[in-house]
């Protein structure tokens, strides 16, 4: 039985964010495999961090920049070791490299932080987006990450053209793996709320992610204005984890647009609602609340940047529009028109079906990791820029974190 290690960069909460919900779905692929995982993480737990040990995960704190980790990660000696996203790859991996030279690296990088950040800055700007803004300091650290692994998980075949096109990543160390959903059966259609026992319009999203935001006040100040005089019966509701105050004070009943805080079980409440609203202007990766709407059949309108890298050729689960008036009418007619709003939900199925099955990729990842794993050394020998980074970076990161170290050790306590 192989070990896994999987160093977390927070406890995942699935029911706060499709990042947690991500994690959940690679440790089932893994369990399913038989690995022995064991999952670490330096944050503290919440009230909503997911409980790893049902699913005979071991669970172990450990201290970030704290020479602990090195006895820990020697003891357990995984075969594999998962970083989640860059940064935690920048903490531990020189120490994992030095205590277990042969484990294999896997990087999962949810989504590209760089081009969410560089989306994000041109949005904010007022600039449109260039690929020249991808050069980023951001992006030297994640490809640099990317480059220091064994196998980088990637979750959108766009983010994978950019890698390779953009930046010259050879493919070997890319691999593409969406989200692994159980398809839609018909039995589950079949329990689904009709068209007419359902009424309003949601949006969902984590808060502590900027896009989510920004999509409420894109509600707030241009879309819902418009639309609750089109239909005024309808309301908007809004829910996510960690709202802050800022978007607390959105709530405004006199209006009809409600701020609902978190939703304990992110399907079963939208599975309530006509139509999912996700104005998304900047982000990146694949969008879990489309995912969950499509698991739900709710249709949704969004943006070309919200349904990038999901629609794959096929039809919408709704409609793709960045005009704020398109936006709103597209809105009134899946709200009010059956047969639309019932050709956006099958759109949905099949699109799940054919792009998020986890029976369609489980397997093939598995045995990718196994060919790589027992050719690993000609694997790195073929990604020698990354065993100079691994070199160099090693070193510089090293002494930072060993220099805090000591840092801490001479603080009063």
């Not at 903490?91 to 277990?100: F, G, H, I, L």
């Not at 398809?183 to 026992?197: G, L, P, R």
């Not at 007619?333 to 099958?346: G, P, R, S």
């Not at 799940?352 to 050719?375: A, C, P, T």
């Amino acid at each position: 039985m192989k070990k896994l290690l999987i160093i977390g960069q927070v406890w995942p909460e699935p029911t706060s964010s499709a990042a947690g919900t991500r994690m959940i779905q690679l440790v089932d692929c893994f369990l399913k495999a038989n690995f022995e995982i064991t999952f670490a993480c330096a944050a503290s737990k919440s009230d909503f961090s997911f409980d790893l040990k049902s699913k005979a995960v071991n669970e172990v704190e450990i201290k970030l920049n704290d020479e602990s980790f090195n006895d820990f990660v020697r003891d357990l000696n995984p075969e594999i070791v998962l970083f989640d996203r860059f940064m935690i790859e920048e903490q531990y991996s020189w120490r994992v490299t030095n205590e277990c030279p042969n484990a294999m690296k896997i990087l999962d990088t949810e989504d590209l932080h760089f081009l969410r950040n560089a989306r994000q800055n041109a949005s904010k700007k007022g600039i449109e987006f260039t690929n020249d803004l991808l050069f980023s300091d951001l992006a030297k650290r994640e490809i640099a990450a990317i480059l220091r692994c064994d196998l980088s998980l990637i979750i959108s075949k766009q983010e994978i053209e950019i890698l390779q096109n953009q930046f010259k990543i050879d493919e070997s160390l890319l691999y593409y793996l969406p989200f692994l959903e159980e398809s839609i059966t018909k039995e589950k259609v079949d329990n689904w709320a009709n068209f007419e026992s359902r009424e309003h319009f949601m949006f969902i999203g984590n808060f502590i992610h900027e896009p989510n935001f920004n999509c409420v006040q894109t509600l707030k100040t241009e879309i819902w204005p418009i639309l609750k005089k089109k239909l005024p019966k309808a309301e908007l509701h809004i829910y996510g984890a960690y709202p802050t105050q800022k978007v607390i004070q959105l709530n405004n009943p006199k209006e009809r647009f409600f701020i609902k805080g978190r939703a304990d079980d992110a399907q079963k409440t939208m599975s309530n609602y006509k139509v999912l609203l996700a104005p998304i202007q900047f982000g990146a990766g694949v969008k879990g609340k489309f995912v969950d709407a499509m698991q739900t059949g709710t249709p949704n309108v969004t943006t070309s940047v919200g349904a990038e890298a999901m629609q794959e050729n096929l039809d919408w689960n709704g409609f793709i529009v960045d005009d704020v008036d398109a936006f709103v009418d597209k809105a009134v007619v899946l709200y009010t028109n059956e047969i639309e709003w019932k050709k956006a939900q099958q759109n949905g199925i099949k699109l799940l079906n054919e792009n998020y099955n986890s029976v369609l990729f489980e397997n093939d990842f598995l045995n990718k990791i196994e060919l790589v794993f027992k050719d690993l050394n000609n694997h790195r020998n073929h990604n020698f820029i990354g065993q100079i980074l691994q070199h160099h970076s090693n070193q510089s990161t090293k002494y930072m974190s060993l220099w805090i170290e000591q840092k801490n050790k001479s603080l009063p306590v």
